[in-house]
């Protein structure tokens, strides 16, 4: 495989332009009344810009804007809204050590529409995947744990992914050598707020599998592919509705643009 270690650095290209997709869709069982189904969908282009971190500290440091974005959620309550890039002002900063787990250092402000509808670090998490921070070969595996907790728009989600990943060969895409990695996230997620004015305690947990395409050379993501599976329970304590069966799929996409 060589003597390159899988670990961020300043890339080339520097900036990377990347377009994303994230889409859920999701079935409560209500019981009599029927059943409820939610989705959402986030696209768009993505440009980051890498800098070594200064002093002796492995890793780097990125800054993130979004050119195009597009969002859009749907619900019975609230039928569908749709928000994009004009409801994101600024960009993001974070901080990545060479392994690529990440600390949030500075986030756009988000109009209170899109805040109501997407998490921030979820908006730029699937950006940056997780390495080993040295040399492996096929077959070595690394495990990592990621916890997030954000609060917006009256809203309070957290979430906990064990995420094992494997090295498992290399390939060659338009001529340039790339090394694949399978991923398996097993996540919990909890979120507590409202929707269309109705109290809302929603539990998950599922199973979440990836292929990444990491150029090792050029220190460089390339792709990845994510798709899951959640299943749970849905409280709407002021209407007396509790424990609500919810089943629903993840997938999201990133690919490096020319």
């Not at 019981?31 to 780097?60: C, D, H, K, N």
């Not at 928000?83 to 392994?99: A, F, H, M, P, Q």
């Not at 395409?213 to 390339?222: C, K, N, Q």
């Amino acid at each position: 495989m060589g003597a390159h270690p899988l670990q961020y650095d300043a890339p080339t290209p520097n900036p990377s332009t990347y377009a994303f997709t994230t889409s859920t869709a999701f079935s409560v069982d209500a019981g009599p009344i029927g059943t409820m189904r939610l989705g959402s969908e986030q696209t768009g282009l993505a440009e980051l810009v890498f800098r070594r971190q200064a002093g002796e500290a492995a890793g780097v440091e990125s800054t993130i804007r979004f050119v195009e974005y597009a969002g859009r959620f749907e619900n019975p309550n609230q039928g569908a809204v749709e928000v994009d890039e004009s409801d994101i002002t600024g960009s993001w900063k974070v901080r990545l050590d060479e392994r690529g787990r990440l600390e949030v250092l500075d986030a756009p402000t988000l109009s209170r529409t899109a805040a109501g509808i997407a998490v921030q670090q979820n908006m730029v998490r699937p950006l940056f995947v997780l390495l080993p921070g040295r040399v492996v070969e096929p077959g070595d595996r690394w495990v990592d744990t990621v916890s997030t907790d954000e609060r917006a728009a009256g809203t309070a989600t957290r979430s906990r992914s064990i995420i094992r990943s494997t090295l498992t060969g290399d390939t060659v895409v338009d001529g340039r050598w790339l090394v694949v990695i399978r991923t398996e996230a097993a996540t919990t997620v909890e979120i507590e707020g409202s929707s269309g004015g109705v109290e809302v305690i929603q539990r998950l947990s599922g199973t979440t599998l990836g292929t990444i395409l990491w150029d090792p050379v050029a220190a460089l993501l390339i792709a990845r592919t994510e798709d899951g599976e959640l299943e749970g329970t849905l409280e709407l304590p002021g209407t007396g509705f509790g424990g609500l069966p919810v089943s629903g799929t993840v997938r999201r996409t990133v690919s490096l643009q020319p």
